[in-house]
């Protein structure tokens, strides 16, 4: 069974710094790495994936997430965070052929000026 | 229509009670998913549908929940008898075709509480 953890339920980082949240997953062959947003009042929004491929994915938002094999790996990063990051970001595993997602805890992160 | 639309958004109900949810998915898409929220946990996988047959249920708490979906378009995800843990965001999302790896498109939520 496939299945995520998010080490880190809340992150607080200053505006300006940079910012990189911890995601592994558990899956026996290639999964789909995905990461979301859930904005304050929004519903979840995708910011990137990843299946094959460069191992350096970009997504929306200036975010980036670099998928680690050898680590189960798929950290999600920002050289700069914005005040108007702050939300709760849900790291997610699915298969090819099977449609079944599979979400992390999520973590949230705060922004202070 | 131009994205998930979910209602009600927020409904409360008394410890017994039967309660709908109802999802209505962007147009066209072949593929819609119900998942729960608690407060502060993760997203939890309920149930999702190919069109109208629903080929993994197994996320389902108990024979409580139901859910069906009519034709390719709005889904109701049925409790009955709610309990107070029944309580969390429940969220609807859909995809085109419902293959591995497509991006899912989620709507706002239905808060339920349950008093």
């Known amino acids: 069974a496939q299945s995520v953890t998010q080490p880190d339920i809340h992150i607080t980082v200053s505006e300006g710094a940079s910012l990189e949240l911890r995601c592994n997953y558990s899956?026996?062959?290639?999964?789909?790495l995905f990461w979301y947003v859930q904005s304050p009042g929004q519903g979840l929004q995708l910011l990137l994936k990843y299946f094959s491929g460069d191992t350096l994915v970009q997504g929306i938002k200036g975010f980036e997430a670099e998928f680690k094999r050898s680590q189960s790996s798929f950290n999600l990063r920002k050289p700069s965070v914005h005040w108007s990051d702050a939300a709760e970001y849900f790291c997610a595993v699915g298969a090819a052929g099977y449609q079944k997602v599979t979400f992390g805890t999520g973590t949230k992160l705060q922004v202070i000026p | 229509g131009a994205g998930v639309s979910q209602s009600p958004s927020n409904k409360v109900t008394e410890k017994g009670k039967d309660v709908e949810l109802r999802c209505d998915p962007i147009?066209?898409?072949?593929?819609l998913y119900w998942y729960r929220q608690r407060l502060g946990q993760g997203l939890e996988f309920l149930i999702y549908f190919q069109g109208n047959s629903a080929p993994d249920k197994s996320g389902l708490p108990s024979d409580r929940f139901s859910a069906e979906r009519t034709g390719e378009s709005v889904s109701t995800l049925t409790i009955q008898r709610t309990q107070q843990e029944d309580s969390a965001v429940y969220l609807c999302?859909?995809?085109?075709?419902?293959?591995?790896?497509?991006?899912?498109?989620f709507g706002s939520g239905t808060q339920l509480s349950v008093l």
């Open positions: 899956y026996g062959a290639t999964p789909y």
């Open positions: 147009s066209g898409h072949t593929a």
């Open positions: 999302a859909s995809s085109l075709t419902g293959q591995g790896g497509e991006k899912l498109f």
